[in-house]
């Protein structure tokens, strides 16, 4: 008798779900979420995950009863929490999607799969991205990447044969609360779970998306003209290949070549997203040491304590009091609200790699708990290609007074943001900008001459470079369309 464990983590939906229709196939069968001591206490977790997350498992838990599958939502480490429902529920199969994640996430699935192994529990999983488990080498990713996005979405039937004992109606009825977590609370979070998800993709698609390539870089017209669907992707509330397979089909059906051209701006980002997330699949360590080694040591705090100046300024670009008000008004948005247009977070990360000359690991912390898209693989590959410490692509050092100009010429992002701007309230630059970006250039130019600089980024590029099938080269010594092409690589707002 074949008794199956639906396993969700970073996929809380029930369309195009391959271990929910696979469970169909099973005697019997029961979905399980796990919250994870590791995930909370993880320096990435912020309370505003949490919220997300509780308010994305109502909705799911609701739908999944109403085809007469329970969801069991449970505390604890994984194995632990495994070898519990083993013993309630004596499963046979264990279902899930895979993860690309931090660390913490790669550790958990080590474990799990040797206590499937050691108990005879069969674990299956399946991708749900672009992203390709063990890969040998780039070449042909493009087209396994579209070849995944093209197949048909996977059907889910209507109903389970639910596991004896287990009956949506008997489990309780209320999901665990922040203070039973031991989280504190959190600013107010988008509306959350698959139908919220579904609604933002139609406004998107019917409308929204017009002009997008114009909107997506300025911080006033991205909060409407952005797809805003990163944080549903990075929970899995919907499927990438969903959102492929309907951006496809409004392509082919709008007459507006304006949109036409917006929407295929945003299906290029959708190939940047898996590819980003393939870096750290195939190089976890990026999470937490320099893509190109011959950078180690170049910056305060890799390898080496901060100094207290070091750790003041790093402190007051948290706090969106750097005396740079562009550069304040982001990062007082983003900790208010969770969210950010791609060009102004690559201009904080900026800021604290070329100006600040922070190393990258702990703005990109700080950065992760507030985004609450965070998408490890991207993240972390964008943190080391905005602090040039990749070997292989252009320095990208933004001018916070050049993004002012370009992108609120009247100032009304930094007056919402930064009201005490222009007053005695306000503090003077923590920094001389000159000076700083000079020193920056300085030294990171002149490692990229050494021989073990070049030599390595040979061997980054042949292991994460992108190859000629659709995305735009990424190469040591980029073109102009390059530098043009890839601004805004991976996110999806």
Not at 115 to 131: D, I, L, N, S, Y
Request: proline share 6%.
């Amino acid at each position: 008798m074949s008794r199956a464990v639906v396993w969700f983590k970073r996929d809380l939906r029930v369309t195009d779900h391959a271990p929910l229709a696979e469970a169909a196939r099973c005697d019997a069968a029961l979905a399980l979420f796990i919250i994870e001591p590791a995930w909370l206490d993880s320096p990435e977790c912020h309370p505003r995950h949490v919220t997300w997350l509780l308010k994305c498992l109502a909705p799911l838990r609701d739908a999944l009863a109403a085809r007469g599958l329970p969801l069991l939502v449970r505390t604890g480490e994984a194995v632990e929490v495994l070898a519990a429902l083993r013993r309630e529920f004596a499963c046979t199969r264990l279902f899930s999607h895979e993860e690309t994640g931090p660390g913490w996430s790669y550790a958990r699935d080590r474990a799990v799969a040797r206590w499937c192994r050691a108990h005879g529990v069969a674990w299956t999983e399946w991708p749900q991205t672009g992203v390709i488990r063990r890969l040998k080498d780039r070449r042909g990713w493009a087209g396994r990447w579209q070849q995944r996005m093209d197949a048909p979405c996977v059907r889910v039937p209507a109903g389970w044969r639910a596991a004896p004992g287990f009956a949506p109606s008997t489990l309780p009825a209320d999901l665990p609360t922040l203070r039973e977590l031991g989280v504190a609370t959190a600013p107010d979070t988008p509306p959350a779970g698959e139908a919220a998800a579904q609604q933002m993709l139609q406004s998107f698609l019917g409308g929204r998306a017009l002009g997008y390539r114009r909107h997506l870089s300025s911080p006033l017209a991205a909060e409407a003209g952005c797809s805003r669907l990163s944080e549903h992707l990075a929970f899995g509330t919907l499927s990438l290949r969903m959102l492929h397979q309907a951006t496809e089909a409004t392509l082919r059906a709008t007459s507006d070549r304006e949109l036409a051209y917006s929407l295929r701006g945003f299906a290029g980002r959708l190939r940047w997203h898996c590819h980003f997330m393939q870096k750290l699949e195939d190089e976890p360590a990026i999470e937490w040491r320099n893509f190109a080694r011959s950078a180690d040591g170049l910056r305060p705090g890799d390898g080496s304590a901060l100094q207290t100046a070091d750790r003041e300024r790093l402190q007051a670009w948290c706090e969106g009091r750097t005396g740079f008000p562009m550069v304040d008004a982001c990062m007082r948005q983003l900790r208010a609200t969770g969210w950010l247009n791609f060009r102004m977070r690559a201009m904080l990360v900026s800021f604290a790699a070329y100006h600040l000359w922070l190393h990258w690991r702990e703005p990109g912390l700080f950065l992760a708990r507030q985004f609450l898209d965070f998408e490890p693989g991207i993240h972390w590959s964008q943190m080391q290609m905005q602090s040039g410490t990749t070997g292989i692509n252009t320095l990208r050092i933004y001018s916070p007074a050049k993004q002012a100009l370009d992108h609120d010429p009247q100032g009304e992002y930094v007056r919402r943001w930064v009201p005490e701007f222009g007053s005695a309230a306000y503090p003077a630059p923590i920094v001389d900008e000159r000076a700083a970006v000079a020193a920056a250039k300085q030294r990171l130019y002149g490692l990229r001459q050494t021989p073990e600089a070049h030599d390595e980024a040979g061997a980054i590029q042949h292991k994460h470079g992108s190859r000629k099938s659709g995305l735009p080269p990424s190469g040591n010594r980029p073109t102009r369309r390059t530098r043009a092409a890839d601004d805004g690589q991976g996110r999806l707002f």
